[in-house]
């Protein structure tokens, strides 16, 4: 037995050995038959993902087309609509004009059977004597009858034709409207071939717009009804009070005219920086203007050339309204010492009405020698500039007033204004105006005169106006 053991062990050998080659190939054609099933697998993936796309893409084109197909037969039943519109207009004229025509030719026959009545009323007078002493006349009779019977033939037959014309024309009208409007959808459909992303983006577009138009919508409604609530509000304080300006500086205009030693007005549209200069003055900072809201007097004491000198600046002209507005607005015309016309440099219509403002100070003070200083202020705001500083000095020249340039953002050249008045107040006081009577010579017209050819002038880059007659920038001289 022990024999045995190892020829059989030796015989089961090769069994074994090709027992585990079988194995091994067995195993190797699966990993192969598992490695074509992946790759089957992966080109079915791709085929399904290709066909989903494709069919998303088809699904996406029709919807478009669909969308496309929709604008147009909006497009065309508002075309349609509109050519229908004005056919119908166009026909409604016509039967007002044929109704016209129709109510005249009423009338004439109206009047041709009145003169057929009075002449059948003639012809039974007249037939009592055809038999024997008017046949002549008679035979006029019946060739009168016959033409009016023949001018009643006419008048049927115009009728029948006016009606036939109408008829004619309104059919021409269809059939120049259904070409048109054929036309029209032709040229439609080709620019909406030709232009399909063009359309798309803009039915995107339209669609954004409409929600922020409905969202703007929604805030102005909202903004109404909060100036409803407002202006109620400021009736009902209108009603209750008084203007608190009026309580407070009523010392000011009415009781002590003389109480300050030099009152500044500052005058001007809204806008234009007639606060921010008077809080540049009064040295009020950015986090004091909570606190000082509704001011509108600033006084302070400025040391010029070694002399103290107090300045009131009325911060209170308002624009022009009615009743109580308008005596204050001749009030602030009258109370000041010297007068301060500002104008912003990016908006020309306050220099126009600064222009004004000292045509109406000049007619309120006629008799009287005042300073008046013409201010441009926001010289800061270089790219939004929109007057420019030779318009400013000749506006001066021709108005007989000084002029400068300001920024009360910047703090530039505001000391130098309020300095310049100072010094304007003591030259008038002190009487120093050598050359003023024969300046004051020059008629307004002149001066006008001067100053528009200048301004047409002012675009030529080899031009420069110069100021002439006197040193409007100078604020020390008069």
Known sequence: MAAKGPGLSAAAEPKRRHLTKLKTKAIEELKQCGDHLAKTNCWLMKDIRHTDDSTAKQA?????????YQMIEAMTQTISQNQLDMARAELQEMEKTMEKNLGKLQQQLDEVTSKVQVLQDELSTLRA?????????????VLLLSNIQNLKKQQQDEIEETEKMGQAILEELEKKAQLE?????QKVVEEVLLHQDGLKQMVINNHVLRREIRRQKEIIKDLEEEISELKRSIQTLRQSARDPREMIFADVFLHRPNCWEHRVVLLGDPGVGKTSLANAFAGIQERDLLEQHGEAAYERTLLVDGEETTLLVLDTWEPERRGEESWRRSQCLQVGNAYVIVYSITDRSSFESASELRIHLRRARQAEDIPIILVGNKSDLVRCREVSIEEGRACAVVFDCKFIETSAALQHNVDELFEGVVRQLRLRREGKEPASSHR???SLTKRARRFLDRMVARNSSKVTLKARSKSCHDLSVL
């Open 60 to 68: 996406r084109d029709l919807l478009h087309q669909y969308e496309v």
């Open 129 to 141: 004597y055809t038999e024997v002493q008017y046949l002549n006349q008679a035979m006029q009779i």
């Open 181 to 185: 409007q054929e036309e029209i959808l």
């Open 440 to 442: 004051r010579k020059e």
